[in-house]
Each structure stands twice: as structure tokens, then as C-alpha cells.
T-cell receptor, first 112, second 119 residues
């Protein structure tokens, strides 16, 4: 089974840096994804990590430590449009399936 | 292009109605998914189709019936739904869930969803 934890809510100021943490306990692991979801819209793919280390994509970076079951999403130079829910999702390889299990999401509010 | 389209955007139906949700992608993806998402909750997997065959059914009630007519289309047929089935229904697709292309090719891309209200 999968257990994924992330904070429920975070608040930060425009222009600042925020780090959203995700911890997971899984029976199998084949990658961790971060998605951004604005209210009432579809999740949008942000990043993918399968090996330890940092992946950088513009203002967004994601880090993974498989031994610690830990990942974080780092958002720099925050903008108001970054206010959204951020979903951490782990891909399993149990059986013949590559299923994604999502955490409950972190609602980020960016204040002016 | 990473576009997945879904129709309709909004649907209101009674408990005795029959309706269908549609999903389409033209990215050549061979895996397609249906998720259900309630407000302030994460998406929950309902069904997975791989190469047009149903590979995963997450114990979904039979009032939800998926169909994959071809590799680009995915339907969800709805019949005799309950008010608690009201939710955002998301379709997603990925390139090759069986892994021949490697794990990084298996990113799931989501459509905009259908907001379903059952009265």
C-alpha cells in the first residue's frame, strides 16, 4: 500500500521562496510526480523524480531522497498565479500496474 | 502537444438518467485513465485502459461503465447514479504504461474534467 503525507495548507508572500514537503511510505516505488491544480481545473504536470537529487525547471525545482522517502517542491520568485493546490503523487509497480497514488494536496496561498 | 480534451465541461443529471462522458487525446498515448475527484480531495483512480483493454477497475460500482472505442477515445457511461457521485471526473493519458519506453515516458496528462452534478 501507499501512504503519502504533505502539509494541508501553506501561505507565502509574492516574490518569496516556498518549499512544499512530501513524505511517502510505499510497498514499491517507481517515481514521484508533482502536479499543480487550480481550483476547479485539471492537475498540470510539474516535475518527475525517480533518482535521488534535484530536478530544476525554471522557477520550480523538485528534490527526491529515496532512502528517506522524502521529496520537496521548491517554488522561487512566487507569483500570485502560483496560488493553487500542489499534489505529490507516487507511482507504484505493484503487480502489472503503474498506478499513481496522490497525496491530499497542499493548498498554497500567495499573498501580495 | 500535451492536450487531453473532455466533454461536456458540466453535466447535471437525475438519478434515472443515462449519460456519457467523453475523453480524447491525439498524443499517441496507449494508456488512458478515469479519475474521480471530490472537492478538496486528491484524484481517485477508477479505471485504467492499456492498449484499449481494461487493465484496472478499482472496485468501481457498475453504474459506471467505461469504454475505449479506439486508442484515442475513452468514454464513461453513467446510469442510475447517486447524489454522492457528484464530483469532478478527470481523464488522463500516458504514453506507455507498460514501460517499454522507460518510466519517464509514463507521465500522466490530465484533461480539464467534467463537473458532474447528480440531483
Amino acid at each position: 500500500g501507499q501512504n503519502i503525507d504533505q502539509p494541508t495548507e501553506m501561505t507565502a508572500t509574492e516574490g518569496a521562496i516556498v518549499q512544499i514537503n512530501c513524505t511517502y511510505q510505499t510497498s514499491g516505488f517507481n517515481g514521484l510526480f508533482w502536479y499543480q491544480q487550480h481550483a476547479g481545473e485539471a492537475p498540470t504536470f510539474l516535475s518527475y523524480n525517480v533518482l535521488d537529487g534535484l530536478e530544476e525547471k525554471g522557477r520550480f525545482s523538485s528534490f527526491l531522497s529515496r532512502s528517506k522517502g522524502y521529496s520537496y517542491l521548491l517554488l522561487k520568485e512566487l507569483q500570485m498565479k502560483d496560488s493553487a493546490s500542489y499534489l505529490c503523487a507516487v507511482r507504484d509497480v505493484g503487480g502489472s500496474a503503474r498506478q499513481l497514488t496522490f497525496g491530499s494536496g497542499t493548498q498554497l496561498t500567495v499573498l501580495p | 502537444d500535451t492536450e487531453v480534451t473532455q466533454t461536456p465541461k458540466h453535466l447535471v443529471m437525475g438519478m434515472t438518467n443515462k449519460k456519457s462522458l467523453k475523453c480524447e487525446q491525439h498524443m499517441g498515448h496507449r494508456a488512458m485513465y478515469w479519475y474521480k475527484q471530490k472537492a478538496k480531495k486528491p484524484p481517485e483512480l477508477m479505471f485504467v485502459y492499456s492498449y484499449e483493454k481494461l487493465s484496472i477497475n478499482e472496485s468501481v460500482p457498475s453504474r459506471f461503465s467505461p469504454e475505449c472505442p479506439n486508442s484515442s477515445l475513452l468514454n464513461l457511461h453513467l446510469h442510475a447514479l447517486q447524489p454522492e457521485d457528484s464530483a469532478l471526473y478527470l481523464c488522463a493519458s500516458s504514453q506507455d504504461w507498460q514501460g517499454a519506453g522507460g518510466p519517464s515516458t509514463d507521465t500522466q496528462y490530465f484533461g480539464p474534467g467534467t463537473r458532474l452534478t447528480v440531483l
